[in-house]
């Protein structure tokens, strides 16, 4: 799987949380793991890394805290593992990419 980098904030050694564009129509995002190995933990600013008129497409949930979990296909495989630079207390998910075609009430 081929990344291409989007944007990344949260936390203070500056690598993550981290959002990527993939070659496979999906968007791969980089969190804190939660004890759940489909589940990561995302600050809200990177959904604003998002790409113009897609979001992702996949189940949110806040936690009142300045965060999401959001959950996906958990990312092993290690050719695209060593694409990132994980710190112990973090893992990646493959969500899908969607376009958005609705921008409110007309």
């Known amino acids: 799987m081929r990344l291409r980098f989007l944007g990344k904030g949260g936390s203070g050694d500056g690598d993550c ?3 990527y564009a993939t ?3 999906s968007y791969l995002v980089q969190g804190w793991k939660t004890g759940q190995p ?5 600050p809200h600013l990177l959904l604003g890394f998002a790409e113009p008129d897609m979001y992702i497409g996949a189940s949110m949930t806040d936690t009142g805290r300045g965060t999401f979990t959001l959950t996906g ?3 092993t495989e290690p050719e ?3 694409q990132l630079a994980l710190a112990d207390d973090e893992t990646a998910i493959e969500v ?3 376009e ?3 921008y409110g009430a007309v």
């Not at 489909?38 to 995302?42: F, K, L, Q």
Request: no cysteine; glycine share 0%; hydrophobic share 35%.
């Open 100 to 102: 958005r075609t609705f």
């Open 17 to 19: 949380p981290t959002l």
């Open 96 to 98: 899908p990419k969607l």
């Open 38 to 42: 489909e589940t990561v933990e995302i």
């Open 80 to 82: 695209t593992v060593a």
């Open 73 to 75: 296909r958990p990312v």
């Open 23 to 25: 070659d496979q129509n």
